[in-house]
């Protein structure tokens, strides 16, 4: 038996709570995760989870097992990246989820120049707008904004984002422009349905600060598409300033109530909290938090 690969599939099973998240993470198949487990428990001569057709739990040894095998493990791990910091490029596979729309306007071209300074890096991206489960899924690196999940989790801030109300000059010569937020009760409103705000858009001013219940022919799961409806002459949207500035820009879409503040936010690079992060992922959140705070 490979003992540390042992320790490994162990730690992974313990902090999935799931043999088959293990082995998904761990890209081996369920058996072979079942047989690190009992070859551990046998020469352990301990038992260390109680398992059955639904769950699992952990037993005490496996939770002093537990601790000892991350202290090795990390340790390990260390020594190898203080020589590898030494003698040999960062490489391996580095998984990051990042959100839709912010992935493709500003992810893209970062993690490009990312690559090419590190072509050893084998980046793997899932774009998208559902929040993963950095436990479960074996994802690395994450950027959110909003909630961040957790605290057993860092997060490290990349850069703010706020929040426009618009409509395009056609929609507006069409319904007319409303003088007051109050006043979208009676337009088309594009709703995006993944925000806290779906369907409630609020509005704060110096004066008052209130929500308006919106609704419209058209509700999405994806920003960038709600623009582009919005860009065609759809109906009015809120969406973040990294979506709509290149049309605000153009003149496709002007922006309303610009006395008022909508929705203000941040963007983190989200990572589970451990002692030692393998350099590529050091590496990684230090070149975004480089790119997106300080922007060329």
Known sequence: M????????????????????????????????????????????AKLLHRNTRNISVT????????????????????EGELGDLTHQPKGRLRLSVPMDFGLTHMVPILSEFSELYPEITLEVDFSDKRVDLTESGIDLA?????????????????????YVCASPKYLARKGIPSHPRDLKQHDCLVYTNAPYA??????????????????????????????LAVAGSGIIMQ?????????????????????????????????????????????????????????
């Open 199 to 228: 369907g409630k858009w609020s509005f704060k001013s110096a004066e008052e600060e209130f929500e308006v219940n919106v609704k419209g022919p058209l509700l999405g799961n994806n920003g960038g598409a709600l623009t582009r």
């Open 143 to 163: 950027v959110r904004g909003g909630d961040l999940g957790g605290d057993h989790f860092i997060a490290r801030p990349l850069c703010s984002m706020r929040g």
């Open 240 to 296: 973040p300033d990294f979506l709509v500035e290149r049309y605000l820009e153009s003149g496709e879409l002007l922006s309303l109530f610009d006395e008022y503040e909508t929705f203000t936010g941040q963007f983190y690079a989200v990572y589970a909290e451990r002692k030692l992060q393998p350099k590529k992922v050091r590496l990684l959140i230090d070149f975004l938090v480089q790119k997106l705070q300080s922007p060329a």
């Open 60 to 79: 005490h040894a496996g939770k002093l097992y537990y601790q000892h095998c991350v202290n090795i493990l990390e340790a390990i791990e260390e020594a």
């Open 2 to 45: 490979d003992k540390l690969q042992a320790m490994k599939v162990f730690c992974r099973v313990y902090e999935a709570e799931s043999f088959k998240l293990a082995s998904e993470s761990l890209d081996i198949s369920r058996p072979m995760v079942t047989r690190y487990i009992n070859a551990l428990e046998e020469d352990l001569g």
